[in-house]
């Protein structure tokens, strides 16, 4: 049973009735409550002091997620802790912004965007991701003691509190009055949907996909193309000026342009840059999931500003962006931050400053790329997951066996250089990259390709996939 829980880049998950139980998610939660009576109470002096934070518990919409929550309540109330348990589903942003209001923990019942069979239990702390430090002192408490539960727990509300962050995030009334073309926002059933006219009510914003379904329209609530082609056809139906999608949390955001086509993290993240840099004035490093692409390195040259590549986990970034070594963090998976708001990816925020950058430009995503890649080069961006046997055991002994097998030119270009934050990152002559990564939870290779050609790019993950299988023998 121990073995069933596991915290990875973004906390725990598992299929429901099967690995993510009520027994398992009580197992947690003591769990939990054993870590903040035991080991988070060390102060900075080494004495031990009270834990007097709220811990705050948030939920999806997904099946059984709030009934979950309540569980988790229970429990820590039953070990007379503090629970805050929300009344309503809330995008995971939400709860950390309450934890850094409140100066508690934050756990968040959702599974994100995978399938509508998994479920799983997010740890925020001081307004973030919690970085391994906390959850692996959690997941260290497993099984010390037997779940202790209170027999009723009162709900709050938070749903207003989150919409006034989101309100001062951006002019929303500018926004409402330059916006001039409609935007369809795609909340792929999620829990943030209707969230996006409250801060900013205008009849422009045309939602899709709001209603409450557990099972997300059969697709997985994930703002990437391959389940954005809804959204597409709707934007060209609509001629808006672009779509926007958030995930089943809210914490990631999905672009369409007004062309009605899909723009990846790899050509949104510089759009944020440039407006963030130019228009916002901001300036210091930039930081970026290794598996994010090269357009943002090349404007950081440009704008002479530092850059640093990270570990895939968005908690990587944010540590950056909350201890002031940078003010713009971005991660493939199409969540972003900025300096002026909290450490942390916020679908909902990120919308925002997309509704900002159209407003007061005039002109669309498409458009702006289009003038953006004339001065910093085209991005064919692609990832390809796929099953394995059996997990990695040590990502550091596949990637010593794999150095040894590349060839000293790939595709007819030299490797420039590798590197080795996460899996294997091969760049190339031009600044085209193949990255390799092996997760540490699941039987899965993920695999990342970057260049100027979409056949190229092509060419990259085939190559890469022929590679990986024997590596792993």
């Not at 239990?121 to 099984?143: F, N, Q, S, V």
């Amino acid at each position: 049973m121990a073995d069933a829980i596991k915290f990875g880049t973004d906390g725990w998950r598992g299929v429901m009735a099967r690995d993510f139980t009520f027994e398992n998610v009580r197992r947690v939660a003591q769990a939990i409550a054993d870590y903040l009576h035991e080991e988070i109470l060390k102060a900075p002096n080494r004495k031990r002091t009270p834990w007097a934070g709220p811990v705050v518990i948030g939920y999806d919409r997904r099946f059984q997620s709030e009934a979950f929550a309540r569980e988790i309540a229970q429990v820590l109330q039953g070990n007379k802790l503090n629970p805050m348990l929300m009344s309503e589903p809330l995008p995971t942003p939400a709860v950390s912004l309450l934890t850094h209001k409140t100066k508690g923990l934050g756990v968040v019942v959702t599974a994100s965007h995978n399938p509508p069979s998994h479920n799983g239990i997010k740890i925020k702390h001081a307004g973030r991701a919690a970085m391994e430090p906390l959850t692996d002192g959690i997941a260290a408490c497993l099984d010390r003691n037997q779940p202790t539960r209170s027999a009723e727990i009162k709900a709050k509300p938070g749903r207003e509190a989150y919409l006034q962050h989101l309100r001062g995030k951006a002019d929303t009334a500018r926004i409402k009055s330059r916006l001039k073309k409609p935007v369809v926002v795609d909340y792929l059933f999620g829990a943030a949907a209707g969230l996006l006219e409250a801060a900013v009510p205008t009849a422009r914003l045309i939602p899709m996909h709001a209603e409450h379904d557990p099972l997300f329209g059969g697709l997985n609530p994930e703002p990437v193309e391959a389940y954005l082609q809804e959204l597409c056809a709707r934007v060209r139906q609509e001629k808006a000026v672009m779509g926007l999608a958030l995930d089943g949390d809210g914490d990631r955001v999905g672009l369409v342009d007004e062309n009605g086509r899909y723009l990846t993290p790899c050509q949104v993240f510089p759009l944020l840059i440039q407006h963030l840099v130019e228009r916002r004035k901001l300036k210091g490093k930039i930081v970026q999931s290794v598996s994010l692409g090269y357009v943002s390195s090349r404007m950081a040259k440009a704008y002479g500003l530092p850059f640093e590549e990270l570990p895939v986990g968005f908690k990587h970034v944010a540590d950056r962006l909350a201890a002031g070594d940078a003010v713009i963090g971005g991660e493939e998976s199409g969540g972003y931050a900025w300096k002026g708001g909290l450490p942390e990816r916020d679908g909902l925020v990120t919308a925002l400053l997309l509704l900002e950058i159209v407003t007061q430009t005039g002109r669309g995503p498409g458009q702006l790329w289009k003038e953006l890649e004339a001065k910093h080069g085209a991005s064919f961006f692609k990832r390809v997951d796929f099953k394995l046997h059996k997990p990695v055991a040590d990502k550091a002994v596949f990637v010593a066996k794999l150095i040894k097998k590349l060839p000293k030119r790939i595709l007819g270009s030299e490797i420039q250089s590798l590197l080795q934050i996460d899996g294997l990152k091969i760049i190339l002559a031009e600044g085209h990259w193949l990255l390799m990564r092996p997760s540490g939870t699941e039987p899965l290779m993920r695999v990342y390709a970057e260049s100027d050609s979409s056949k190229r790019t092509g060419e990259l993950l085939e190559l890469a996939k022929k590679w990986v299988a024997p590596s792993l023998a």
